[in-house]
């Protein structure tokens, strides 16, 4: 099963791997173990903390993962930067819309 997604959709789409990667080591009477889950996504911004990525590590399930991201795109990197940064690139693309 492939999940794919761009932006907050590849956000989604990090997190329903997760969960099913999780209910696939603890479910048995579903059969998820036998899946292979994989996810795509483009631009997508930061999902969780380190302890969530730790855990996927320790899992095994950091190669499930494919992320692709544009080095001019902001909304992956929204999260890190202080907010007087980003408030200051919002007024210059609104005000070429002018």
Known sequence: IIFTGHSLGGAIA??????????????????????RFVCVTFGMPFVGEVKLSKLAQSQGWDDHFVHVVCRHDIVPRMLLAPLKSTSQRWRVFSSQGK
């Open 14 to 35: 990090a997190l329903a791997t997760l969960w099913l990667l999780y209910l696939s080591r603890t479910a048995t009477a579903i059969k998820l173990h036998k899946l």
